[in-house]
């Protein structure tokens, strides 16, 4: 969905899409008879579920880019459980008192789960985002157990910094988990 303003009837128009630099759908130019202002809507379909990577759609107008976003289509991996995020956890990795939201000022936040059938030696990935960028990943081969409960960690030696946070956690490519929190002012 899309928000327009100050749109003339009968200007040609083009909604494109791509994975990768696959264009997927013929750019064809309708004329637009939508109206001046408003909201409308884009859709990309198919008959079979979207292949796994990164997607594009570009707007045009008179053949000039006006608007351009994307999202990404990932490969789930069954091997990980939800993510609890909390201050503290067990020594069985269970949060101490499960959270989404923390004050400024903490040190430290563990984003624990369960996992099962992961070969030791898999490799997988953690990656950090704060306000969508990227803060820190680290890469590496499996080393906990093959299944039970283990955990990450997000820290900082002073304090995390207030923000919206995301988890992506991988297992051999493909995305096994991914979570969301915020640190806020107090």
């Not at 045009?60 to 909390?86: A, M, P």
């Not at 985002?129 to 039970?148: F, L, M, N, P």
Request: glycine share 8%; charged share 25%.
């Amino acid at each position: 969905m899309f928000e327009f303003a100050n749109m003339l009837n009968g200007v040609k128009w083009s909604a494109l899409w791509w994975r990768g630099d696959e264009e997927l759908e013929p750019a064809a130019a309708p004329v637009w008879n939508l109206g001046t202002n408003g909201v409308a809507s884009v859709t990309l379909s198919s008959d079979q579920p979207l292949a796994p990577g990164e997607y594009t759609l570009a707007l045009l107008v008179e053949g000039d880019l006006v608007q351009e976003t994307g999202f990404r289509v990932v490969e789930i991996s069954d091997k990980l459980g939800e993510v609890s995020f909390s201050a503290e956890i067990d020594e069985d990795a269970k949060p101490a008192e499960a959270s989404d939201v923390f004050e400024a000022g903490a040190r430290q936040i563990y984003a624990s789960f369960e996992h099962a059938a992961i070969d030791p030696g898999t490799p997988w990935s953690v990656i950090w985002y704060r306000d969508g960028e990227a803060i820190s990943r680290v890469d590496g081969a499996w080393r906990a157990t093959a299944a039970g409960r283990t955990w990450v960690l997000l820290s900082d030696q002073q304090s995390i910094a207030p923000g919206e946070y995301d988890l992506e956690i991988t297992i051999d490519g493909k995305v096994g988990a991914i979570a969301s929190m915020a640190v806020i002012e107090p």
